[in-house]
Structures are given as C-alpha cells and as structure tokens.
C-alpha cells in the first residue's frame, strides 16, 4: 500500500513539478530559518551546563539600596565567602575570586590572557578535570599557577610535561606551573585562563588590609550547597550576613543573595533587586518568531498545493469513479506532503551548512550543525514530519473531498469556504511580513537614536588603552612622547572607564546637604588632565592642579552632586567619606554612563586626584590625525615604556556602540526574517494568482474577444488581490504599533513611532505584491483567447 503510494506521489509531483519545486523552495527557506535558531537557542539554554554540580552551584550577588531604589551588583567583599561557609547551615562549598587580565611570560613568548585568583574550593566546585597535576594540591602553593590548556600551548607548544615549569607574570612576578585543566567551552559564563591562590590577589600592591574587611566590594563569591538542602532557607541566611558584620548596617540592608548556575547566562537582569528577565526574552522571542516563519512557510505550501486543484480536480474525479476512497485518496495526498517535506529538509540542511558562516558572524558564535548527533537528527526529523503534516492536511483533505459528478462535467470546483480560507492565509502571511517591516524599521531608529544622543564627553576621538605593567609610574614621560607625536591631544589615567557605572560606596556627607546617606555617588581615581583629555567641560572652579599630593584632599563633582549641596555655589564646600574632609574644587558637566537607554538623568560624581589606581589610558587623537598613524605612534610610545606587554586598545566609540549589541542583533534578525516572510509570503500570493487565473481563464478568453486591453485584464486580476494586502495592512499596522509599543517600554530614552514607518511598510508591502501578482496577470492576459475556450 505504502509503495502505490510513493509511486503514484512521486509520478504526479514530477508532473507538476513546477509548482513542487516552489513548494520545496518555500518550506525549505522556514526550515531552514527553524534551524539556524534553534541551534542558536541550544548554544543559549547549554551556557554552564559542563558543570556537573550545575543544581547545587550558586553565585552570590550584592543588593544595596540607595534612595529607595534597590541596585544589584556582581561583587561581594572579600571575607564572604569564608563567612558562609563557616556560619550558613547548608553551604558545603565556597570560593572568593578575583579576576584580571595579566601578561604570562615563557622565556620569549608573552601572551596577554584573562585569569582568577581563586580559593581552594573553586576547584571541585566546578569539577575542573586535571590533564596533568593534582587538584588537591595545584593550590596549595601559593606561588603556582593552573593553566588552561589552550594557554599551556601558546606558552610551551605541545610538550605535554609541563609541571614545575617556571614562567612569569606582568614580567615581575615568578609562578610554577602546578596543574594543567581542559579548557572550558565558550558556552561558560565565567571564562578563565590561569588560576592563582586568591592570597596573592593584587599582586605587587602593600596594604591590602582592606580586602578583607568588609567595606570593599570587589570580590566574585561561589557557593555550593550540600545535596537536599532547602535552597529558601538557605538564602534568607545569606541575605542576613552582611548587615551583620558591617558597622554602618541601616533598615534598608545591604544584602547577598544566591543566584543559581542555571541562571547566570539567561537570567542576569534584575531589578529591585529581584530577576526581571535577561537574555531569556531574546531567545523566547526569536524562537517563537522563527516558529511563525516556519507557519507561514507550511501556509505557503497549502496556497500553492490548493492552487493545483483546478488541474488535478478531473484526477480526483477519474480516481473515485475508478474506486478510488477519500482515505486512499488522503494519504497518497499526505505522502506527496511528507516527500516534499522531507526534499524541503535535505535542502535546507544544504543552506544550513552554507549561511551558518554568515549566521556564525552575525550572532558573534562558532555553532555547529552536529548532524552526528542524535539529538539534531531527531529534531531535524521531526520538523519535516510536523511540517508535512501541517502543510499537507487541508490540501489531502479538500482535494479528496472533490464529487466526481461535478468535476467531470466540469462545474466549477471552487468551494466557498475554500477560498476564504486561502485568501485568509495571504492576509494571514502578509500581516505577519508587515509587521515584521515595521518592527526593524523602528528597531533601527531606537539604536540610532540613542547612539546620536549627546552624552556629554568626547566619544568620537577617545583610544581606550589598557593600563599594564609600569604605564602608571611612566605616565608623565608616556604622555609627554605622545603628545610629541603631533597626532595626540592628550593623555589621562582613570579608575574606571566612561561607560562604566564606577565605584560607589556609602558613608558620605557633605555640607548644605539634605538626606546624604542613602544618595549613590560613583567616585572616579583619575589623572589631573583627564577633563581635558576626555572632554567634559569645567562649569566652575579649576581642575587639579598637580600629581602630587597637594590635591589629595581636593575633589571635582559633576553638576547633579553640586545640585544637592543647596543653594548657592559648591565651590569650596566640604564632602566628608570615612572621617576625611574633601574640597570642592571644581563643577564639571554631567554626563552619560551605566544605562545607555535611562532618561538621561544621571547619578553624582566625585573625581579624586589618584592616578595610581588606574586600570584604563585615554588617549585623546587629534581630530585631524590619521588614526592609523596615531595608533602607530602611540603603540612605538608604549614600545619604547612598557616593551613586554603588547598594545591592547579600543576605541571609546566602538566600546560606546557595543553596548547595543543584543538590539542590534534583534535588529539585524528582524530585517532577515521581513525579508523571508516577504518572499514566502510572495510564494503563497503567487500560488493564489495561479489559481484565479486558471479559475477565470475562460473569462479571460470572452473579455479579450469582446475587446478587453491587457492592462484592463491586469488591472482586472489583481485589484482583489490588493484588497487582500490592504486588509492585512489594517490588521498589522495596530499589531506593530503595539509590539513596538511594547518593546519600547523598556527604554526610557526611547523614539516615538512615527506615521511614515507604517506608510513606508505598506507601500513596501503593496509594490511587492503587485508585483507578484501582475506576473500571473500579466500571462494570464497575454494568453491565446482560443485555446482557453477550445472545450466550449
């Protein structure tokens, strides 16, 4: 039975095998789309997953309260973690870290990698498989160093026995190798190249007292709990543990809390200190938009198999009056669905394995299609039957249901509720593409717009350039060659990087103030020239005025911290933070960091004269240099300074526009699936425009002999098709309105959605199907009158 069918399945899609190699093109374009998602979602939902203790795993997030609003940070103090795991019931495990980036030396090669100072328990918490070494013991000397494996390589080659082996840090510091791990998967959110003992955190740096107090947040704390425990318990003693070790503990605690290893990557953003979402919304939203490309795509199959019905109806009349029954009928219906769903699968494998490059590019992944797996075979399989099945019921269904009687004589087949069904799913496909028009047209114009807003520095000439080995202690001659180089304005060292939220901390005061306490003020180390260097503006007073300690006490805040000091002038008045009095000594603009979307409100800043904590180098490059040879110049600088460490940079600009990433990625995929809804919908409109010509013909045939020009014929055809788009216009511009009205909340500085856009879709919409549709037209009006009346 199953063989007749294939045969005779494969005899009548060979037949008609235009409209089969468009409904192949069709499905194959939504499976194909399903696919590259879904690997793209399984990368996502596998972050972590390597870990085995994955269900006991936590990381422990500060919540600290200012002004009533709750902020959650990824930094903890330094004595937590060893706190927990003595004092919490139920913590078995526990790890403070650290983590930098440093310079690893093996005689001549030197390669920059980001590692952690780690406690001993980090180790088996995270189940880290020795290649060579012992776990127990890799940690226990606390001058050794553990290397991942792909980093022993860079340094060593491929000589396997590499323990015991003596290599340096920043050029200084001399670590012996003590254990080699495999290397984590890029699905790991806490990536690491090296591991030292966490005792020797900031190395080289006297009085480091204050790391283990608990005034300083600064440290990223692991816990695991023991099998069984009750996790609410648990966490309600974590959330007490720092309000009960810190002096300063208000009403509003200052509280830990835990985050679970299956949360780290997906759901990461919180707010109130609570998890509002994260990552996890991109991933339901694409998957679930790739699932409607993949309807519209089995949509298109059911238009274009229905568009056949007018020539396969005398078929289906021959076959029933030949004993033919509407089951057989059904499934030999179906098997022709499944094998153009299963050809659809083949060529969409094939267009996986060409686009996932440029997919790859386009999601910053290296995914791999695994068709070995068996997990991927399965999925793959089960997309083709689901979409056999879905594509092919209604046609089976509607072919089979034919009356030979009627056929036969040739009384017109077409049923009422089956043509209002197949102009449904036009308007249906052609909504969806509409919306999906609109939705990255004022995606595009959120990113833009926020990327142009003035955020109060000068973004556009800045070099970021990490701080390494002795920049700080050679800054004054470094900055002095630089500008020297005629492509330099000027050069300044800082704390904490533009973009950044910075330094906070309570326990400030400040005279003619009101509520101090509980106000965030973000505190910023810096070099004297550095408002010069990044460009914010001095409202009021003088900068300082040396980089000796003469400005020690004085400070420079931005325009809100002035605000809140009362009325009249802030020069002069005194901030107090930990018993110590600062000066304000001058006003600077405010400017954008933390929230690229917020209002534009921004918190206060305080600006401290203390260069020697610095972690980043602006460079400020003359408008009119070349940047290519301003970065040759600055690179020759450092060279000439700091010769061991390579020269590691971004532009401010570049780090400002990664920010947007993921709406840029929205972005990106939106116009991508317009573009495929667009063309499968095409496909449907195309199968549809078949069908009404081949419905009319004999119309046609009459009208061109009374005399009807072919424009008059186009015109004819295609105006109730053009209803249809209009009608899926009305139902998609409030839909895409809503949507986007949606989205948009999230960002308080957000664009207001203009009439145009949903103009400009339409009009896109519209000239695409008439093009589409007068093709059909156009053939269906050239045609000889005399054969499409020869059976009259």
């Known amino acids: 039975m199953f063989k007749n069918y294939l045969k005779i399945a494969w005899r009548s899609l060979w037949k008609n095998k235009g409209y089969s190699a468009l409904n192949i093109f069709g499905l194959a374009i939504g499976i194909t789309c399903a696919c590259l998602i879904l690997l793209w979602v399984e990368d996502e939902v596998n972050y972590d997953s390597v870990f085995p203790k994955q269900d006991l795993l936590y990381y422990v997030p500060t919540n600290q309260t200012f002004e009533g609003e709750v902020y959650t940070y990824n930094v903890t103090p330094g004595p937590l973690a060893k706190d927990l795991k003595e004092e919490v019931p139920g913590i078995a495990k526990s790890a403070a870290t650290f983590g930098e980036k440093m310079l690893l030396t093996n005689g001549e090669t030197g390669i920059n990698r980001f590692g952690r100072y780690v406690q001993p328990d980090f180790l088996d918490m995270f189940s880290l498989e020795f290649l060579e070494g012992e776990k127990d013991k890799a940690l226990s000397n606390p001058d050794g160093i553990v290397l991942a494996q792909k980093t022993a390589i860079a340094l060593f080659g491929t000589d396997k026995n590499v323990l015991n082996k003596v290599l340096q840090l920043n050029s200084e510091f001399s670590f012996t190798v003590t254990g080699i791990i495999r290397d984590l998967p890029s699905t790991t959110t806490y990536k690491f190249d090296w591991l030292i003992p966490f005792q020797r955190f900031q190395l080289g740096q006297e009085n480091m007292a204050w790391a283990e107090q608990y005034g300083g947040n600064f440290a990223d704390t692991f816990v695991e709990l023991t099998p069984n425990t009750d996790f609410k318990t648990v966490d309600t003693k974590v959330r007490k543990m720092i309000a009960s070790k810190i002096e300063y503990a208000t009403e509003v605690p200052n509280e830990a809390f835990l985050h679970s290893i299956k949360d780290w990557h997906l759901r990461s953003e919180f707010k109130e200190g609570k998890i509002v979402g994260g990552k996890v919304t991109l991933v339901k939203s694409l998957a679930f938009i790739a699932l409607i490309i993949l309807v519209i795509a089995c949509i298109n199959f059911m238009n274009l198999s229905t568009a056949r019905s007018g020539k396969r109806a005398n078929e289906v009349g021959v076959r029933k009056v030949l004993g033919s029954s509407k089951k057989r009928l059904v499934g030999q219906f179906l098997t022709e669905s499944m094998i153009l769903s299963a050809m659809s699968a083949i060529l969409s494998v094939v267009l996986v394995v060409l686009l996932l490059p440029s997919f790859n590019t386009l999601v910053e992944k290296q995914i791999e299609l695994r068709l070995s797996e068996p997990i991927h075979i399965l999925s793959l399989l089960g997309i083709t039957l689901i979409c056999g099945l879905l594509a092919g019921w209604y046609p089976s269904l509607y072919l089979s249901s034919f009356r030979p009687a009627h056929v036969l004589k040739g009384v017109d087949k077409n049923q009422g509720s089956a043509t209002i069904i197949r102009k449904g799913l036009v308007v249906a496909q052609f909504a969806v593409s509409i919306v999906f028009i609109i939705s990255s047209v004022i995606i595009y114009q959120q990113i833009q717009h926020v990327k142009a807003r003035d955020v109060g520095y000068d973004k556009g000439s800045l070099l970021n350039v990490s701080v390494t080995g002795n920049m700080i202690d050679k800054f004054l001659p470094i900055k002095q060659d630089m500008i020297a180089t005629g492509t330099v304005k000027d050069v300044a060292l800082t704390n904490t990087n533009m973009l950044s939220s910075g330094n906070n901390g309570p326990g400030l005061s400040w005279q003619g103030g009101q509520d ?50 009362g009325d009249g002038s802030a020069l002069g008045k005194t901030i107090t933070r930990s018993n110590t009095e600062y000066n304000v000594i001058g006003i600077v603009n405010d400017y954008l960091y933390g929230d690229m979307y917020g209002n534009g409100k921004t918190g206060p800043v305080m600006f401290l004269n203390y260069p020697n904590f610095a972690s980043t180098m602006y460079v400020n490059i003359k408008p009119k240099s070349s940047r290519t040879d301003a970065l040759a110049a600055i690179k020759n600088v450092l060279k000439k300074y700091n010769p061991a460490f390579p020269f590691e940079y971004r532009f401010e600009n570049d780090l400002f526009n990664s920010r947007f990433r993921n709406e840029e990625l929205v972005g990106e995929l939106a116009k991508i699936f317009a573009l495929l809804a667009i063309i499968i919908s095409c496909l449907g409109l195309f199968g549809l425009a078949a069908y009404t010509a081949e ?51 999230s960002f308080a500085y957000k664009v207001t959605i203009d009439l145009w856009v949903f103009a400009l879709a339409g009009l896109i919409a519209i000239s695409i199907a008439l093009f589409t549709v007068s093709f059909q037209a156009l053939k269906a009006a050239i045609a000889n009158p005399v054969k499409s009346l020869r059976t009259e």
């Open 516 to 565: 101090t306490e509980d106000v965030l003020v973000r505190f910023r180390y810096v070099s004297p020239n550095y408002f010069d260097t990044v460009g914010l503006n001095l409202l009021e007073g003088h900068g300082f005025n040396s980089d000796n300690a003469v400005d020690s006490t004085n400070v420079i805040i931005t325009q809100s911290f002035a605000k809140m000091m």
């Open 695 to 745: 419905q009319r013909k004999k119309e046609i045939g009459v009208r061109k002999v009374l005399g009807s020009s072919v424009s008059g014929i186009v015109r004819l055809l295609s105006k109730d098709f053009m209803r249809l788009v209009l009608i899926a216009l009305f139902i998609a511009i409030p839909l895409a309105w809503w949507f986007m009205n949606q989205w948009l909340e």
